[in-house]
């Protein structure tokens, strides 16, 4: 509001200075506008000897529905455009993610980038991407000079869908490419709540207790149902904890995300365990979390389960039959060896509070070697009662009154 009045004092004389100031340093311009995603598509058309020409833009756009139009915005200095202009018509592929070497070759203009087993002639338009996201023919059916430019407008004779090859349409942002991801797939912090600082804090955390304990480490928190892993410390060679990676939040999996939580998110938890165990035992899981809550925190235990969870959950073609038997699997395991002690630990899970006294995140501690011995899990488990306290306070939170102070080593059988 405030700004629309600023503007409306100003007046015209000094607006344009302004913009003159502005536009005067190309590079202010240019990095203006790199704030504004484009799609990125190749307009190919026939050069008069009948060879294929092609360019790369960010321009191209739909114009008119009725009849469908298109139009993209050469350069006025682009030696390909006067051929495209020749030929009275040309095609636009619009381009995939896997797309973005290509995308460099005809920005580099490198030889071969118009190999037969990617391009699909159509007559006197060009050739066209056989597995462009989409594509369009059109005729040109105007050309206006509009500064260091020229507007392109097309009339639409045919278009399609490509092959299905390239993945989702590619993005240019920035400088950069990218491509789109749908607000229930991505994560940033922000979407789980945390501000900048604390989520570089918490970062930050992993990286250094992961060193100092020489264990890997992740943290991860409960988005929707599911469990998303938001850091991590380096990969080493075994199953580690990858940023982004998430699974169903479901018992009897991460247990220190439902031993300290509000009621509505230990039923998501064991119903959870419903979906893909197709029963929920509240009287085991009730009796799971109660020791989770007398130990504060949770040991995961049993033959390593990292290689085959890995690849169901880093696979994304996993189905539900897939989780389903890895976690009849996992529940099995965890009931065997409920009593095992210290004996077959193989990672410590721990909860981050916030100032409701709720595990808000999980930080995940291993997996450990198979020779850690009595000393060096004490040891761990000293560090992380502490860890426990020193990342909540960077949340402003606090464990719940009745934490245990110290972390004791479960009793061996
Ligand atoms: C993502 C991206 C978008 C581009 N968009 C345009 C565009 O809309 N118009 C244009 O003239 N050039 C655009 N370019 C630059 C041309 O692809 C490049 O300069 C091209 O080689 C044109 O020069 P040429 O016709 O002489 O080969 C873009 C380049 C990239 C990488």
């Not at 469908?68 to 915005?73: L, S």
């Not at 071969?112 to 369009?136: H, K, M, N």
Request: glycine share 10%; hydrophobic share 40%.
């Amino acid at each position: 509001m405030s700004d629309l009045q600023v503007d409306r004092v100003r007046t015209a004389d000094d607006t344009s200075s302004l913009l003159a100031q502005k536009t005067d340093k190309s590079e202010w311009w240019r990095a203006a506008l790199g704030e504004y995603p484009t799609g990125v598509a190749i307009v190919t058309s026939l050069d008069d000897a009948g060879a294929a020409v092609g360019m790369v833009v960010g321009s191209f756009s739909v114009v008119s529905e009725h009849p469908p139009m298109i139009t993209f915005m050469p350069a006025r200095t682009s030696t390909t455009f006067p051929h495209i202009e020749a030929a009275g018509s040309f095609t636009v592929s619009v381009l995939g993610e896997t797309h973005r070497d290509l995308c460099r070759a005809f920005f580099q203009s490198t030889e071969d980038r118009f190999r037969d087993e990617d391009w699909i002639p159509t007559g006197s338009s060009g050739p066209r991407l056989r597995d462009a996201a989409v594509w369009f023919e059109a005729g040109i059916s105007a050309v206006h000079p509009a500064g260091d430019h020229s507007i392109v407008v097309g009339a639409v004779r045919d278009f399609g869908v490509g092959d299905g090859g390239s993945g989702l349409p590619l993005l240019f942002l920035r400088g950069g490419y990218g491509t789109f991801a749908s607000s229930s797939g991505s994560v940033t912090p922000r979407d789980v709540g945390l501000n900048v600082r604390e989520a570089d804090a918490l970062r930050q955390a992993v990286e250094s207790a992961a060193e100092e304990l020489r264990v890997q480490c992740g943290f991860a928190t409960v988005i929707r149902d599911s469990v998303v892993v938001l850091a991590a410390s380096r990969a080493g060679e075994s199953s580690v904890p990858l940023v982004g990676m998430s699974f169903p939040f479901a018992a009897p999996l991460a247990p220190v995300l439902a031993a300290w939580a509000p009621p509505e998110q230990v039923r998501l938890w064991e119903e959870g365990a419903r979906h893909l165990l197709g029963i929920v035992d509240r009287e085991h899981l009730g009796t799971t979390l109660e020791r989770v809550r007398g130990r504060g925190y949770a040991l995961s235990v049993g033959e390593s389960p990292g290689q085959p969870f890995d690849s169901v959950v880093t696979d994304g073609e996993s189905r539900r039959s897939d989780y389903s038997r890895l976690w009849h699997q996992i529940d099995q395991e965890m009931r065997t060896l409920a009593n095992a002690g210290t004996r077959a630990a193989r990672a410590l899970q721990i909860p981050i509070f916030d100032p409701d006294g709720h595990a808000r995140f999980e930080l995940y501690l291993g997996p450990f070697p198979d020779t850690l011995g009595p000393d060096r899990l004490a040891e761990i488990l000293r560090r992380a009662r502490q860890l426990v306290d020193e990342l909540s306070a960077d949340l402003d939170g606090a464990p719940p009154a009745g934490y245990p102070a110290v972390f004791e080593a479960p009793p061996s059988p």
